[in-house]
């Protein structure tokens, strides 16, 4: 018994560590997914391609565009002349925002009227977009209080001790400079474990069906059991390696930090691979090919990592979405992962996490291994 | 167990259904202990099936089938100690050196550590790889590969081993090496049940059993084969214009088959007086015969007239 989950166990690692290209691609790819996404994956909006047109030419206007000038939010990169100009900016992607003042601006506003500015936006990226607006209003906001003070100021300086104004403090808590990178590093740990390891378990079953090896398996006298064991142990491993590497890299190159207890993180992530581990092999019971099982694996990986609260709220999903977020082992895998490593929380908090991803684990693994027959049919 | 009568395979009344495609239709059958038993018959006429089920590997639609005394379906786990098993696609780990492939099988097998060594030895030997044991297994050519696939599969000594196709695809020489393997194994007292498409390698079994579309249409030593299957006389005949000569014979009476064989045709007459006949009408029509003579019917003549049906009524068992 021991003896025979030692030698498939040899086996697997041979499988696994003998060819340099096997070996490359257990390193390299989630490294590579780290770095990238560490980079790339940000909510925040920066440098704006702006474009102005101000038919006002006032003190006043001038000023007001200034300040989107002085914001690193916005460059702005064109000073237009006609409204003719606009579409092929926005068409040829050379701006995403259009600022337009009208003639009478400054006029309204020393009339203590209300002023418009139009604000042309480039809706394709919806959400650069909505963040952009944020932004704009921000700054109009601000101009306008600033504005009505001054002119406070001028017609009855007695009034400015009055003046009321409303400052918010804002104090983000655990992320204090709210560092999209934060979030997303130790996401990416998740996501690119969960491609890893399914893909992984389901090809290594699936490729010994193709060539033959696994129904030579299946005359000697190996209980499923230990086939099974010997098949996802390996994978285990190397999840939790995975895992290591990829914090490492992730606190040392990105400078997220690990304020938790790294047992607590690899507690969760022996439960979450069990989940992984589980779907690898009921790909793999249900596949004859490593073709079928690499699109199997990609339909099952795309909607789980959608899912999981990754890159999307799970708070703003429809109801019905929400219920299905519970079978995604990942969307706790996550809570766990920006637990241990922004907030610092153990398992005080995250043990309800970690009782989900056992209940997930067990049921998928317990799947598998009714699936996991020793016969052909 | 219950193997004190001799067999070391029994199956009765055997059925294989996918789906409702008959792949195996009641077929029965025994091979006993320490015999060769060869299994022949077209593409797609069930071959592998029947082997699958008597690994365990498939269940039986219904009927019974023993292997070393043990039932396919109650106790397959008993029988998979007991056999060793090529499957047709046999593929050795190719990334894993030949000692791991056959240390690997080994731990699969169970063979004890005190035997560990020997076992190997002895595979190493008989596969004819001493020397080569870290060589990387995807590196060797066929017929080492094949013999090593041998080596692994009976490196826990099973006194029976299934065969399926284990010689399709290596160099004649390779097949004859492999053939002396089994005829050795044979020899110490292992029952042998090994398919093949090869008629040169039927020769070489004690009996063979013929599949055709699900069925066992013929079962008996190659000898009874041959004499039993054709009805008649059979005579090689070579000419010209071998197209024009099988319409001809076609139409003569008392020609009851033709079938081509080389550059040569081969007939089934009732009655080998006829020839003179058969050789006037040729002539008659222009064709030159170079020789027509009587011969005894090979296997392959045997297989073509069994599985064309065109031998006439065949035997199901011959007598032994
Ligand atoms: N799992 C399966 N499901 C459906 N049909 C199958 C299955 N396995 C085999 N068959 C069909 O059963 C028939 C017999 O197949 P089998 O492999 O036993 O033939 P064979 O005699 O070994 O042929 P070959 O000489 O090509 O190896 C074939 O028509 C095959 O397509
Ligand atoms: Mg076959």
Same mark, same amino acid.
């Given at each position: 018994?021991?003896?025979?989950?030692?030698?498939?166990?040899?086996?697997?690692?041979?499988?696994?560590?003998?060819?340099?290209?096997?070996?490359?691609?257990?390193?390299?790819?989630?490294?590579?997914?780290?770095?990238?996404?560490?980079?790339?994956?940000?909510?925040?909006?920066?440098?704006?391609?702006?474009?102005?047109?101000?038919?006002?030419?006032?003190?006043? #206007?001038?000023?007001?565009?200034?300040?989107?000038?002085?914001?690193?939010?916005?460059?702005?990169?064109?000073?237009?002349?006609?409204? #003719?100009?606009?579409?092929?900016?926005?068409?040829?992607?050379?701006?995403?925002?259009?600022?337009?003042?009208?003639?009478?601006?400054?006029?309204?506003?020393?009339?203590?009227?209300?002023?418009?500015?139009?604000?042309?936006?480039?809706?394709?990226? #919806?959400?650069?977009?909505?963040?952009?607006?944020?932004?704009?209003?921000?700054?109009?906001?601000?101009?306008?209080?600033?504005?009505?003070?001054?002119?406070?100021?001028?017609?009855?300086?007695?009034?400015?001790?009055?003046?009321?104004?409303?400052?918010?403090?804002? /104090?983000?808590?655990?992320?204090?400079?709210?560092?999209? /990178?934060?979030?997303?590093?130790?996401?990416?740990?998740?996501?690119?474990?969960?491609?890893?390891?399914?893909?992984?378990?389901?090809?290594?079953?699936?490729?010994?069906?193709?060539?033959?090896?696994?129904?030579?398996?299946?005359? !000697?006298?190996?209980?499923?059991?230990?086939?099974?064991?010997?098949?996802?142990?390996?994978? *285990?491993?190397?999840?939790?390696?995975?895992?290591?590497?990829?914090?490492?890299?992730?606190?040392?190159?990105?400078?997220?930090?690990?304020?938790?207890?790294?047992?607590? *993180?690899?507690?969760?992530?022996?439960?979450?691979?069990?989940?992984? *581990?589980?779907?690898?092999?009921?790909?793999?019971?249900?596949?004859?090919?490593?073709?079928?099982?690499? #699109?199997?694996?990609?339909?099952?990986? !795309?909607?789980?990592?959608?899912?999981?609260?990754?890159?999307?709220?799970?708070?703003?999903?429809?109801?019905?979405?929400?219920?299905?977020?519970?079978?995604?082992?990942?969307?706790?895998?996550?809570?766990?992962? /920006?637990?241990?490593?922004?907030?610092?929380?153990?398992?005080?908090?995250?043990?309800?996490?970690?009782?989900?991803? !056992?209940?997930?684990?067990?049921?998928?693994?317990?799947?598998?291994?009714?699936?996991?027959?020793?016969?052909?049919? | 167990?219950?193997?004190?009568?001799?067999?070391?395979?029994?199956?009765?009344?055997?059925?294989?259904?996918?789906?409702?495609?008959?792949?195996?239709?009641?077929?029965?059958?025994?091979?006993?202990?320490?015999?060769?038993?060869?299994?022949?018959?077209?593409?797609?006429?069930?071959?592998?099936?029947?082997?699958?089920?008597?690994?365990?590997?498939?269940?039986?639609?219904?009927?019974?089938?023993?292997?070393?005394?043990?039932? =396919?379906?109650?106790?397959?786990?008993?029988?998979?100690?007991?056999?060793?098993?090529?499957?047709?696609?046999?593929?050795?780990?190719?990334?894993?050196?030949?000692?791991?492939?056959?240390?690997?099988?080994?731990?699969?097998?169970?063979?004890?550590?005190?035997?560990?060594?020997?076992?190997?030895?002895?595979?190493?030997?008989?596969?004819?790889?001493?020397?080569?044991?870290?060589?990387?297994?995807?590196?060797?050519?066929?017929?080492?590969?094949?013999?090593?696939?041998?080596?692994?599969?009976?490196?826990?000594?099973?006194?029976?081993?299934?065969?399926?196709?284990?010689?399709?695809?290596?160099?004649?020489?390779?097949?004859?090496?492999?053939?002396?393997?089994?005829?050795?194994?044979?020899?110490?007292?292992?029952?042998?049940?090994?398919?093949?498409?090869?008629?040169?390698?039927?020769?070489?079994?004690?009996?063979?059993?013929?599949?055709?579309?699900?069925?066992?249409?013929?079962?008996?030593?190659?000898?009874?084969?041959?004499?039993?299957?054709?009805?008649?006389?059979?005579?090689?005949?070579?000419?010209?214009?071998?197209?024009?000569?099988?319409?001809?014979?076609?139409?003569?009476?008392?020609?009851?088959?033709?079938? =081509?064989?080389?550059?040569?045709?081969?007939?089934?007459?009732?009655?080998?007086?006829?020839?003179?006949?058969?050789?006037?009408?040729?002539?008659?029509?222009?064709?030159?015969?170079?020789?027509?003579?009587?011969?005894?019917?090979?296997?392959?003549?045997?297989?073509?007239?069994?599985?064309?049906?065109?031998?006439?009524?065949?035997?199901?068992?011959?007598?032994?």
């Amino acid at each position: 018994m021991i003896e025979r989950l030692r030698q498939i166990l040899v086996k697997e690692f041979i499988h696994l560590f003998r060819d340099k290209h096997a070996r490359f691609s257990l390193i390299v790819p989630p490294l590579l997914q780290m770095l990238i996404f560490g980079y790339a994956a940000t909510y925040e909006v920066n440098r704006v391609s702006t474009a102005v047109l101000d038919f006002d030419h006032s003190p006043e #206007s001038r000023e007001f565009l200034e300040r989107f000038s002085a914001s690193s939010r916005f460059q702005v990169r064109y000073i237009l002349q006609n409204e #003719s100009q606009i579409t092929s900016l926005l068409d040829h992607r050379r701006v995403v925002l259009v600022l337009q003042i009208q003639p009478g601006f400054a006029e309204l506003l020393r009339k203590g009227r209300t002023a418009p500015v139009q604000a042309v936006l480039d809706g394709t990226d #919806s959400n650069t977009a909505l963040i952009a607006a944020g932004y704009i209003n921000q700054i109009a906001t601000r101009f306008a209080q600033d504005y009505q003070l001054q002119l406070a100021d001028r017609l009855r300086p007695a009034l400015m001790t009055f003046a009321p104004r409303i400052e918010l403090q804002e /104090r983000p808590w655990y992320n204090a400079n709210l560092e999209g /990178r934060w979030f997303f590093v130790p996401g990416v740990i998740g996501t690119v474990l969960l491609v890893t390891v399914i893909t992984l378990t389901a090809f290594a079953v699936v490729r010994e069906r193709e060539i033959g090896t696994l129904e030579q398996l299946m005359v !000697t006298p190996i209980s499923p059991a230990e086939l099974i064991v010997g098949k996802t142990l390996p994978f *285990l491993l190397v999840g939790l390696a995975t895992v290591i590497i990829t914090a490492i890299a992730g606190t040392l190159w990105f400078q997220v930090p690990f304020r938790g207890n790294v047992f607590v *993180l690899l507690l969760g992530t022996t439960l979450f691979l069990s989940s992984a *581990l589980g779907v690898g092999l009921l790909i793999s019971t249900i596949c004859w090919t490593q073709q079928q099982s690499f #699109s199997l694996a990609f339909f099952y990986v !795309t909607p789980a990592i959608m899912l999981s609260g990754f890159g999307y709220p799970i708070a703003s999903m429809p109801h019905a979405l929400q219920l299905i977020t519970y079978l995604d082992p990942l969307r706790f895998y996550l809570v766990v992962l /920006r637990g241990t490593f922004i907030k610092g929380v153990g398992l005080g908090v995250l043990w309800p996490q970690m009782l989900a991803m !056992t209940l997930l684990g067990s049921g998928a693994l317990t799947l598998a291994t009714l699936r996991f027959h020793k016969t052909l049919d | 167990m219950t193997r004190s009568n001799g067999n070391s395979v029994e199956v009765e009344n055997l059925v294989k259904r996918f789906g409702d495609f008959t792949a195996v239709d009641r077929i029965s059958f025994q091979t006993r202990t320490g015999e060769v038993f060869g299994f022949l018959g077209p593409n797609g006429s069930g071959k592998s099936t029947t082997i699958r089920i008597l690994c365990g590997l498939l269940r039986p639609t219904s009927g019974r089938a023993i292997v070393a005394g043990y039932d =396919v379906v109650q106790s397959p786990e008993l029988i998979r100690r007991n056999i060793g098993y090529m499957s047709q696609k046999f593929s050795l780990y190719a990334d894993l050196t030949v000692f791991e492939n056959l240390r690997f099988y080994a731990g699969m097998y169970g063979v004890p550590a005190a035997e560990l060594r020997g076992r190997i030895d002895w595979a190493l030997e008989m596969a004819g790889l001493r020397g080569r044991e870290s060589n990387l297994t995807g590196t060797l050519a066929g017929g080492w590969k094949q013999r090593l696939a041998l080596g692994c599969a009976v490196l826990h000594r099973p006194p029976i081993v299934f065969l399926d196709e284990p010689t399709s695809g290596v160099d004649p020489l390779s097949r004859r090496l492999f053939w002396e393997l089994i005829q050795r194994m044979s020899g110490d007292g292992v029952t042998i049940f090994v398919t093949t498409h090869y008629m040169d390698e039927a020769e070489y079994c004690n009996r063979l059993a013929l599949m055709n579309g699900g069925k066992l249409i013929a079962l008996g030593t190659p000898t009874e084969l041959k004499l039993g299957s054709i009805q008649g006389w059979l005579l090689l005949l070579e000419c010209d214009r071998l197209g024009e000569a099988i319409e001809r014979l076609r139409r003569f009476d008392g020609v009851r088959d033709v079938a =081509v064989f080389g550059n040569a045709l081969h007939l089934v007459v009732s009655d080998a007086a006829a020839a003179p006949a058969i050789r006037a009408a040729l002539e008659a029509d222009a064709i030159s015969v170079t020789s027509l003579q009587p011969i005894r019917p090979s296997l392959e003549d045997a297989f073509v007239a069994l599985t064309t049906g065109r031998g006439a009524n065949c035997p199901s068992e011959l007598p032994s």
